[in-house]
């Protein structure tokens, strides 16, 4: 009889009973995102040929270093080796103190960057909202401009009050929800953009990409499609976790390994078709953002949908990037003043519309509100969807998904100095280092270049 193996949540035990099907699920679920909304534009930007690649490189990177990683779950031997339940206490156990914290940094960047990109989204889908319903109204001529200030201050009140709930990213129906709506957009858009393509009786676009744009421009806009595809991919902190929920026979990591080719290559189906759908719906005219970019008017109520499920998914995904950052400020906090009544002592605030208690410090209140309102200042200061979201998988994507698996593998392999595998590897972290880079300065430049034409607090898409 296989024994039970037993995890542990913040004391709770839980049964591991994983399997290749499940954590596979898990991987398209954690995927697919609100970066699937910039694959037609990015394929535009980019082209028939190298667009395509494109998707299919940073697929193929991404698969690789996850089975190094997967190896990474267990230390110092990946099948009989103790478990390490997080990415965190990972690199903790293959790789140095400064390693560590370089990880942490990485992380923590990442998770806020996430949610100033978050709160940009959702805000462009609720101005696209206001707008599909003008334009069906008032006809597609008319002048619909809307601002969205005050619906970006609403985004930040409503994430404000979530988190105030304890172990928020712990709540099944939100993960659930979450996971519905993404599939639900991604969906809607792909079927409007095959709709399209059809009524237009032809297949837009070209060879190498929108051909319109300066030399420079043409560059930039490149560099920052690479960032939209390589954010599309991201899922690395998430998979040692995922990894944790496998039953221990056969080995976790050889489950693992199974889903993960199965995830990316299901996540990378979906991301071809909806990417090279929209550029032959659309060409070279692909907007940033396939639901509020207005490529679509009619019907109006069906748009209206695919962005209600973007602003619904949004609300959730943001309090689960949000609250290990207030944990971590949390932690920080109670250290310095352990005895402090203003961190210690329990207010309740009965909730009538959930028929439910409220409990919070005030340290808390304050601090996530402190924590939120920066996120959302920062995101009316830059509220440019494409070149924030090329700039997080820039951030993002070198140091989680590639330095850190790699550097673990070489580790636990005792891959030597000067060994033909410790020359690839090393060279594609140098390759992935120097696109990372490329990527972050095309994002800056355009960030920095759409500030001179649009005054901050104006969200745009």
């Not at 509220?383 to 090329?390: D, E, M, S």
Request: glycine residues 8%.
């Amino acid at each position: 009889m296989e024994k039970m193996e037993i995890g542990h949540i913040e004391g709770r035990e839980y049964e591991r009973k994983g399997t290749v099907w499940t954590a596979s699920a898990h991987i398209v679920t954690a995927v697919i995102g609100s970066g699937v909304l910039a694959l037609a534009w990015s394929v535009a930007q980019l082209g028939w040929i190298a667009g395509p690649l494109a998707l299919t490189a940073f697929a193929i990177v991404t698969c690789y270093t996850s089975t190094l990683l997967a190896n990474a779950y267990r230390a110092p031997d990946p099948v009989t080796g103790s478990r390490n339940r997080t990415y965190m206490e990972a690199v903790r156990s293959y790789l140095s103190p400064r390693e560590v914290y370089m990880c942490a940094v990485a992380q923590y960047v990442n998770l806020w960057g996430t949610m100033v990109g978050y709160t940009i989204t959702a805000t462009i889908s609720m101005v696209a909202i206001k707008r599909a319903n003008c334009f069906h109204k008032f006809g597609h001529e008319a002048n619909c401009e809307a601002s969205g200030t005050l619906l970006m201050l609403l985004f930040g009140i409503i994430e404000l009050i979530l988190s105030q709930f304890p172990n928020l990213e712990k709540i099944t129906w939100l993960s659930v929800m979450a996971a519905i709506m993404s599939f639900a957009y991604s969906f809607i858009g792909l079927g409007l953009s095959i709709g399209k393509w059809i009524g237009n009786g032809l297949t837009k676009g070209d060879l190498i990409g929108t051909n319109d744009l300066s030399p420079a421009k043409k560059t930039w806009s490149s560099l920052q499609a690479l960032g939209n595809i390589a954010f599309a991919y991201t899922f690395a902190e998430v998979l040692i976790e995922i990894q944790d929920t496998l039953k221990p026979s056969p080995p976790e990591n050889v489950t693992m390994k199974k889903a993960t080719f199965y995830g990316i290559g299901a996540t990378t189906m979906f991301y071809l078709s909806l990417g090279c759908a929209g550029y032959a719906a659309f060409g070279n005219n692909a907007p940033g953002n396939i639901l509020t970019g207005f490529g679509f008017y009619e019907p109006f109520w069906l748009v209206d949908i695919g962005n209600l499920c973007i602003i619904l998914h949004l609300f959730g995904a943001y309090q689960v990037y949000a609250q290990p950052i207030f944990a971590a400020v949390e932690r920080h906090i109670a250290a310095k003043w352990p005895d402090a009544k203003f961190i210690n002592r329990v207010h309740t605030l009965r909730v009538p519309l959930f028929n439910s208690t409220l409990s919070f410090t005030l340290s808390k209140l304050i601090f996530r509100s402190i924590i939120i309102l920066v996120t959302t200042l920062v995101a009316m200061m830059v509220p440019f969807f494409n070149a924030v979201l090329g700039l997080l998988g820039a951030l993002s994507f070198w140091p989680l998904t590639v330095y850190f698996p790699i550097s673990m593998h070489i580790a636990q392999e005792k891959i030597g100095r000067g060994m033909p595998k410790w020359f690839f590897l090393h060279g594609l972290s140098i390759f992935c280092l120097m696109i990372s880079i490329a990527v972050s300065i095309g994002s800056v430049v355009d960030i920095a270049s759409s500030l001179k034409m649009s005054a901050p607090f104006k969200t745009i898409g």
